[in-house]
């Protein structure tokens, strides 16, 4: 049977950035409706890291990244749960020279971004974290960057939304979108049918699918992050570890369980479908263990994997549809969304109300691939 829904904003996909969004709108009073295939947080909010990190991140994404940060200290009033947020640190670590002059372009660049940077050279090094491995030379450190739970972050923010108003419809997948005079006509694979002025596409590792109902062309790949835990262990490891290049991360929870990754796993979009793969698991676990040596031989618990979206220029697409009035992209997060996804609410809130934000987002643009297009046509 059909089901028709008015709302003022329709939202496609449930991770933390579409669930923060429509608790947003509801705060500001716009009538909200949210469609997500699966359950809320199931994807690329639910399956990654947990890394809430601004150090590492290109440049033009740090004005983001701290608008986030802020909305991170204030999930326990926004949505009744902390989602385990630990101001951590974060301490990316530098293996060689080369690896040591990227850490101090990044941090004296950072500086003009309001992100402030500590450096540890070798001697530093040792002295301060003498738990380190022997082949780590240096690093830096972000202090109030941390860690979250990435299995509670994006339920809480739907319950949070549920209870403003928000009308969440897990298991409801889009099948088809229209558009006329009036807005924006969705159909799903329940019979429900929504109209809505506005429409906020978050649909994350599908988002390209998306923008390919309104003739845009994204380049979106998929990533399929290798991740795993172990048991309980002594508490060793005291910052959110990182490494120039990014192919092992390290974080220990206030339970004693290590929380690492690094490599990828397999997927299929299609199918919904993602699973670690052992070679990625033992490339991890020896760099971890590099890294940290009193992590050998410790007891893996879990291994999994999940589906992400990444661009080929490793930063997301953000901001208005070129071919299409009321749409709004958020897509791509490129495996470090899961920090943005708070403030992304907001800014998503803006741009479908206010039609701006003054959270600069033109690098963001969909336009960057609009060449593409032209040379595919």
């Known amino acids: ?116 940077g500590e450096l540890f050279g070798r001697n530093a090094i040792r002295a301060r974290y003498p738990w380190l491995g022997p082949k780590i030379i240096g690093a830096s450190l972000v202090a109030d960057d941390g860690h979250a739970n990435p299995r509670l972050v994006a339920p809480h923010f739907a319950r949070a939304a549920r209870r403003a108003g928000a009308d969440i419809r897990e298991g409801t997948k889009v099948v088809g979108i229209g558009r006329d005079a009036a807005g924006f006509a969705v159909e799903t694979n329940t019979g429900l049918s929504v109209r809505a002025r506005t429409l906020i596409n978050v649909a994350g590792a599908w988002g390209h699918e998306i923008a390919a109902m309104f003739g845009e062309h994204a380049p979106e790949e998929l990533m399929t992050p290798n991740l795993c835990v172990t048991e309980p262990l002594p508490l060793a490891v005291e910052h959110n570890l990182g490494v120039v290049g990014g192919n092992v991360y390290i974080r220990q929870i206030s339970r004693g369980n290590v929380v690492f990754g690094g490599g990828s796993g397999m997927g299929d979009s299609g199918q919904v479908r993602a699973r670690p793969l052992p070679p990625s698991t033992a490339a991890a676990i020896a760099r971890a263990v590099e890294a940290v040596p009193a992590l050998r031989g410790a007891r893996l618990i879990r291994t999994w994997s999940g589906l992400e979206g990444a661009m080929p220029d490793g930063i997301p697409v953000i901001g208005p549809s070129r071919t299409t009035p009321g749409l709004v992209h958020a897509f791509g997060f490129s495996g470090h969304g899961f920090q943005l996804g708070p403030g992304m609410g907001e800014i998503l809130a803006e741009l479908a109300l206010d039609g701006r934000t003054a959270t600069p987002i033109e690098a963001f643009s969909i336009n960057r691939f609009a060449a593409v297009d032209a040379a595919a046509h």
């Open 1 to 116: 049977m059909s089901v028709k829904l008015d709302a003022d904003v329709a939202i496609i996909g449930g991770g933390t950035a579409g669930c923060s969004a429509a608790l947003h709108l509801r705060g500001r009073g716009a009538t909200v409706a949210l469609l997500e295939a699966r359950l809320c947080g199931s994807q690329a909010s639910g399956v990654n890291y947990g890394g809430v990190r601004r150090q590492g991140r290109a440049f033009v994404e740090l004005p983001l990244a701290s608008r986030s940060r802020a909305v991170w200290e204030r999930l326990p009033a926004l949505i009744g749960h902390d989602g385990e947020f630990a101001v951590s640190g974060h301490l990316k670590l530098a293996r060689d020279e080369a690896e040591m002059a990227e850490l101090e372009a990044w941090v004296a660049g950072a500086r003009d971004y309001g992100v402030a």
